[in-house]
């Protein structure tokens, strides 16, 4: 039997966190569908003889699974309709967490884009965005792809008439440490930059932690679903969130074109998934821990220089090189 009453149902507050860190853009209820028709499939056939976006589809499904102990027996038990509400459920989560962010974002960016000590000029309104975009000197500057110069006036004038179009794929400089691009390196300062950072802390550890140490007693949303530790898809949801609050389009949509949320959000993620950039995406992962879970077993603090625990390890290295070197020897 469904229940009407479907706001407190646990499948929505695990959507809203799931749709945050694991994947964002996404019609549940067809995730559901096909992940059970594709079980079925998998009996016969290998998941990497699948396409590529099916592939990553399953994936994702099977985090949905792993994340909620007995999902799987309640699909596989459940209707259609029982499939399909199950999928409403989580979908329902993860757009009302996502409509909560934009609009909490929409006002606070402000306060982190304005320079020091000194009010945003032109004036930018908190409940409005349609200066906002390449219509203003400065959100302008920070959407500006990497790149581009924003400071070459026919760059500007191209991208404010939209004679210049942007794709989902062209990055702003805003993912940027110090927003600075390097074009022959440029991993350099790739989703470093403070700005980032800020809207980060004040989705998943609370709005106050943004200029403060985050601490453990924080009931933030990160603490209420048990994480202590960042998600490639969340750097790319927050990415989307922030890149979204400083263009001038009013409502968020999946589908939007012009913005083009979506393109932008998976092609983050076809970066930080991609196998051949693993070296880089843990340096990087292991940065985004120190700056919101500095206490975390994952933000791998180096060891002191001169702890034991370091005499230790030098000791060992220094053994097996003088093994190898006899076993070079004889």
């Known amino acids: 039997?469904?229940?009407?009453?479907?706001?407190?149902?646990?499948?929505?507050?695990?959507?809203?966190?799931?749709?945050?860190?694991?994947?964002?853009?996404?019609?549940?209820?067809?995730?559901?569908?096909?992940?059970?028709?594709?079980?079925?499939?998998?009996?016969?056939?290998?998941?990497?003889?699948?396409?590529?976006?099916?592939?990553?589809?399953?994936?994702?499904?099977?985090?949905?699974?792993?994340?909620?102990?007995?999902?799987?027996?309640?699909?596989?038990?459940g209707s259609e309709e029982e499939i399909l509400h199950v999928g409403e459920l989580i979908g329902k989560g993860a757009a009302g967490a996502r409509g909560d962010d934009t609009k909490t974002l929409k006002s606070a960016i402000l306060d982190w884009i304005s320079p020091k000590g000194e009010a945003i000029q032109p004036h930018l309104h908190r409940n409005s965005k349609l200066d906002r975009g390449f219509n203003h000197e400065l959100t302008g500057s920070l959407l500006c792809p990497a790149g581009l110069d924003w400071h070459d006036p026919r760059t500007k004038e191209d991208l404010r008439s939209g004679e210049m179009l942007v794709c989902g794929d062209q990055w702003p400089i805003f993912l940027y440490a110090h927003y600075v691009y390097d074009s022959d390196d440029p991993w350099s300062g790739l989703l470093r930059s403070r700005l980032l950072t800020c809207a980060y802390k004040h989705v998943f550890t609370s709005p106050s932690s943004v200029d403060k140490e985050p601490k453990a007693t924080r009931s933030g949303n990160a603490r209420l679903h048990g994480m202590n530790s960042v998600t490639i898809a969340s750097i790319a949801y927050i990415a989307t969130q922030v890149r979204f609050a400083l263009s001038s389009s009013s409502v968020f949509s999946r589908t939007d074109t012009v913005t083009a949320s979506e393109t932008f959000y998976h092609s983050l993620l076809d970066l930080l998934e991609d196998p051949e950039e693993c070296k880089e995406v843990d340096e990087l992962l292991t940065w985004w821990n120190r700056q919101v879970f500095p206490t975390s077993s994952a933000a791998k603090r180096p060891i002191s220089a001169n702890s034991a625990l370091s005499r230790i390890q030098q000791k060992r290295i220094a053994l097996k090189r003088a093994l190898n070197q006899d076993v070079v020897s004889s």
Request: proline share 5%; glycine share 6%.
């Open 1 to 77: 039997m469904i229940s009407f009453d479907s706001s407190s149902d646990p499948l929505v507050s695990h959507g809203r966190h799931f749709g945050r860190t694991v994947f964002a853009l996404c019609n549940y209820p067809s995730l559901l569908t096909n992940g059970i028709l594709r079980l079925e499939q998998m009996e016969d056939v290998l998941l990497e003889d699948f396409p590529a976006e099916e592939r990553r589809e399953h994936r994702v499904f099977e985090q949905l699974l792993d994340s909620y102990p007995g999902l799987l027996d309640r699909l596989k038990d």
